[in-house]
DNA sequence: CATGAATGAGAGTTCATTCAT
DNA sequence: AATGAATGAACTCTCATTCAT
């Protein structure tokens, strides 16, 4: 009967079970991870996840607001250095493009999330989410002020950004398959910086006037 | 103890689970969809299920295949009338849009199963989404060959295409009551005519010649 | 990483953690009251429980201990200043009522306890309870020997009395409801004393010489 | 992986599992008694408690109406034969007690779900009780009506009656060990029919005028 | 073809208990 | 004397799956 007692370091157990929670969520979705699983990854307790985090729902809503308040956080950082609305689209895309592309776990979740007939989202996600799609209404909003984009619906071209670049990361093993299988051109050998300024320039000439 | 046998032909029962496994797994996803729920709403026993369809993963991709069957056949079909690539195009998007529309299930369940790490799809399925990304491909072909199109590369734009579309069906409700609760601009009243229109407009500007 | 630790003297805790678990187990149960729910009342740690009671068990047999000396004392109290075994009787009797009217948790435990298959009761238990028995035959005893008690089985009688009244505590909220729902005859409006009067009155009755 | 598949009656099955917990509530009451324990005493998968009783609450209140259905037929059984209220108190007596002592978890059932602070017992028991308690009122009003019985408050006579009967039942192997360790007069050797006839007789002191 | 009884594995969750600090 | 992190066992409940009828 030997009770091994482990680390006994509140925050970094915490972390731990964030981060894992994180990887699976986003691999499995919520109903096909379990905490059984998560806790065997932390190599924790099961019951620590309900110390920390009260309940499987818990964890999950923790797991969403770290991922979307981290892409919020980067696309604000890195418009600071921008003041021309062309440019600042441009970095919107490159960096939800290269963030989705280096945490995976953001495209599966945002997917998953948004397919589950989204009504009942709980209200965490939902106010996290929009927050994003905010900092691209404003991107929007002066762009066009100064006359720089036209005849913009931005919930269509957003999710035609977001679409898009979701699906490019989450497919980017079945592309390859599909590739080596029967030579499909499934951009399998393209890296996330050719796509994001694919996707920039298409995007620019959808947008700019005449 | 009096049993009461059902007498109905097997392909009435066969087909039946099926329509309702298509809109419940559509509706809550794989692991949230209990067979136990799927043979009650048939009013059949639960162990049918298996009699028909081997497994609850065999139910599943029953249902994947019979949906990406469906919107192939409506494409193939509606592009009997088109000669011209670009009115291919179009009518691909509106297509797939209005299709998407009238079968909400279909993009919840292309979302979840390209959000699932997509390597591990099944072959059926594998086989049955390259279809109708074939159809794009050749249509996008035809139009460069005839120097109509220009800068292409179909996966990406094929995304951006469905990507948005899936996206604009599944948040139907969430774009709502966004709407409602923040005036948040989230296209709530657009209808898909509307928009598939609008995408159709985006997308050939984007891809004619300079 | 602030900690604060109370300063409280041993005492002090000790006796807290008496006090509510008492209410917690006479309201709730043995296995329906955890000993988080009792730290959390006493804003103390759950550690603690253990390190003054050494078991959950310890702690609920101290819970019985603490009530039944109570009781007995009490008893013994009020029986000082009578010398009249039918006197004793009735000081008996309404000092039992009115303990466990105003400490209601006493009926609850003693009917729980009883109830559970006595075999299994703890010594220190067992001890209790007998006391207070021992109490009443010793008063009956007497009054046999003055030839003012005819043909009594104490023990018989002991199970009347505080059966009676243990039910008539532990019922008050659900004999209030079934009056109110359906003007059932139950005693709903008597208060202890009208009661304890009254069973004064009929065990009298019962005892008297014909 | 040798799977044993089982009887297959369902009646047999689900009078098993009741017999069962009937025993076990009885026993450690709701908490304290397992569903686990409960499926192993039947030799029967747990699921299968859930197939037919839905859940541990419903399984409990098949086992309370049970009990509680089977005294009522049986005191309105056996009073059939009487028209002397006075007879038909006593019938009600011996009936009861002789009910308790062959069925043990009867008084331990009573008397725990009324310790357990009355007020959130489930409806189906709270109108299972009652319908015993108005067999027994209505003896006494036809008793008084005769003019047989004077100054009668029904609910602590019930309470008087039961409440003894019930503790003396429970208490049987308690009082037979404190009997041999300190001599104590416990009843101890008194079968049930001494004590009801005793109870009988006293209950007749208590009631008759004068 | 169809049913309902039965199963085993595993899910999320609670809880008494221990121990380093 | 007091804390909070950690554990393991148990609990209620769900579910895909099997099989006799």
Redesign the pocket.
């Known amino acids: 009967?030997?009770?091994?007692?482990?680390?006994?370091?509140?925050e970094?157990?915490k972390k731990l079970i964030l981060k894992n929670a994180i990887k699976l969520f986003s691999k499995k979705g919520y109903s096909s991870?379990?905490?059984?699983?998560i806790s065997k990854v932390c190599?924790?307790?099961?019951?620590?996840?309900?110390?920390y985090y009260?309940?499987?729902?818990g964890l999950y809503e923790a797991v969403i607001v770290k991922i979307l308040d981290e892409i919020c956080d980067r696309v604000i950082n890195e418009n600071k250095n921008h003041e021309d609305p062309q440019e600042e689209l441009n970095s919107f895309i490159k960096t939800f493009a290269s963030f989705a592309c280096s945490h995976p776990y953001l495209p599966s979740l945002l997917l998953r999330e948004l397919s589950d007939s989204g009504a009942k989202i709980p209200k965490t996600l939902f106010v996290h989410m929009k927050k994003l799609y905010m900092l691209f209404i404003d991107i929007v909003k002066r762009g066009e002020e100064k006359g720089m984009f036209k005849d913009v619906v931005p919930m269509v071209i957003y999710f035609m950004i977001i679409g898009a670049i979701n699906l490019l990361v989450t497919t980017k093993e079945l592309r390859i398959k599909a590739y080596e299988a029967d030579g499909l051109d499934t951009c399998a050998t393209c890296d996330i910086d050719e796509i994001s300024d694919y996707i920039v320039r298409k995007i620019k000439k959808m947008l700019k006037e005449q």
């Open positions: 009967m030997s009770r091994v007692v482990k680390k006994r370091n509140a970094a157990s991870t379990s905490l059984d699983e190599d924790l307790n099961k019951a620590m996840i309900f110390y009260k309940s499987k729902q």
